[in-house]
Structures are given as structure tokens and as C-alpha cells.
């Protein structure tokens, strides 16, 4: 149990459609963090929130909408999306304190778009 | 600017073979180092880490050493297990940054019995 868990785990939809992916944490941290896991390709981190302010914004394209109502929750809102947008979407989160950023990770949703 | 370089994978060994897997990073300021293992179907969990120069991360029998002179964080285990084929991620993060994990691009271990 890494005390972050993603929802839903597996999601297909179509390019047209607008979905919303939820990440919650269970550690008391006050960061949290979206990032894109593609076949071959580094991480890709696509945003940071800090006590619910976003501090990064990782030139994500706007078809991506992020939403954090608090420190627990985190959401990413789809739509119309392409098909290069298919991955892996991991979620994060961590206590951040001076330098020492130890992230925890939830288990991803696998995204399809046709 | 900040960046992990990691060997290619991937990497193929017997079971209770010797395993290095090398970590080079580059950083302004002083960073913390961090290898995360990734198993077939799960997201990232954090193996070891070590948070300045001469410090031993040591976890499941995987062992890093953070060497300032070399920029280096070689992930080592004397006897690799089957159960251990994953991906691995070296990573660091930099004091005064905004909790930016850089991640060096993944390497696939795969151990055959």
C-alpha cells in the first residue's frame, strides 16, 4: 500500500469524449504531482501543486486541465484528446521540506484514446 | 541545468548474477539522489536514496553509493532474483527547486531462472 491511489485504473475513450482522472493521498503531504509515462520515453512530468497552488505547469497542452480542491485530491480533466495522448498517467505526492523530496507514487491509470 | 543519464537497457541476467546499473547526473546546487523500481503493471516505488556526497542508499539488497567526485549513484545487488525484473529510474531533486524530480530515462532489467 503506497498511500496513493489512483481512479480508475484502466480508461478508453474516443477523442471526443471528456473524462476526469482522480488521485488521492493518505499521507498528510502537501504536494502532489501529474506525470505522463509513454512506451520509450522519459517521465515527462506535467504538473506540481503546492498546498493546492500549482507551481509548474510543464508547457502541458490545454486539452490537459488539472484541479486540486485540496492537498489530498488531485484531478486531471481530458478532453479531446489525440491518440499520441495514450500512456500512462502517474500521480504523486511528497512533503516537501527544504531539498528532500521523496515522491510517492500511485499505480497509474493506463489511458487509451482511439 | 540538471539531468540523469542511465545506462540503456535492456539488461538480461541469470538469476544470481551480479547487477550494475549506472547513474550519472549533473546539478547545480546539492542534489539528492533517488532510485525507484517500477514492476510490470504498477507505478514507481522509491528503492533507495541518499541525500549527500558518501552516503549508501541500501534497500532489498540493492546498494547506491552517492560519489560527488564521479557525479555518479551506480545501482548494485551481489545476487539478482527473477522477482527483480522491473525498470529501474535513477532520479534527483535540487534544494530550492519547486519538488521537480528529474528522472533519468528508465532502465529494464529482465533476470531469466
Known amino acids: 500500500e503506497t498511500g496513493v491511489t489512483q481512479t480508475p485504473r484502466h480508461l478508453v475513450m474516443g477523442m471526443t469524449n471528456k473524462k476526469s482522472l482522480k488521485c488521492e493521498q493518505h499521507l498528510g503531504h502537501n504536494a502532489m504531482y501529474w506525470y505522463k509515462q509513454s512506451a520509450k520515453k522519459p517521465l515527462e512530468l506535467m504538473f506540481v501543486?503546492?498546498?493546492?497552488?500549482?507551481?509548474e505547469n510543464n508547457s502541458v497542452p490545454s486539452r490537459f486541465s488539472p484541479e486540486c480542491p485540496n492537498s489530498s485530491h488531485l484531478f486531471l480533466h481530458l478532453h479531446t484528446l489525440q491518440p499520441e495522448d495514450s500512456a500512462l498517467y502517474l500521480c504523486?505526492?511528497?512533503?516537501?521540506?527544504?531539498?528532500?523530496?521523496?515522491?510517492?507514487f500511485g499505480p497509474g491509470t493506463r489511458l487509451t484514446v482511439l | 541545468g540538471n539531468s540523469v543519464t542511465q545506462m540503456e537497457g535492456p539488461v538480461t541476467l541469470s538469476e544470481e548474477a551480479f547487477l550494475t546499473i549506472n547513474c550519472t547526473y549533473t546539478a547545480t546546487g546539492y542534489p539528492s539522489l533517488f532510485w525507484y523500481v517500477q514492476y510490470p503493471g504498477e507505478g514507481l516505488q522509491l528503492l533507495l536514496k541518499a541525500t549527500k556526497a558518501d552516503d549508501k542508499g541500501s534497500n532489498k539488497g540493492f546498494e547506491a553509493t552517492y560519489r560527488k567526485e564521479t557525479t555518479s549513484f551506480h545501482l548494485e545487488k551481489g545476487s539478482v532474483q527473477v522477482s527483480d525484473s522491473a525498470v529501474y529510474f535513477c532520479a534527483l531533486t535540487v534544494s530550492g527547486n519547486t519538488g521537480k524530480l528529474i528522472f533519468g530515462q528508465g532502465t529494464t532489467l529482465q533476470v531469466k531462472p
Open positions: 504523486a505526492s511528497s512533503h516537501l521540506r527544504g531539498g528532500y523530496n521523496e515522491q510517492f
Open positions: 501543486y503546492n498546498f493546492k497552488e500549482q507551481t
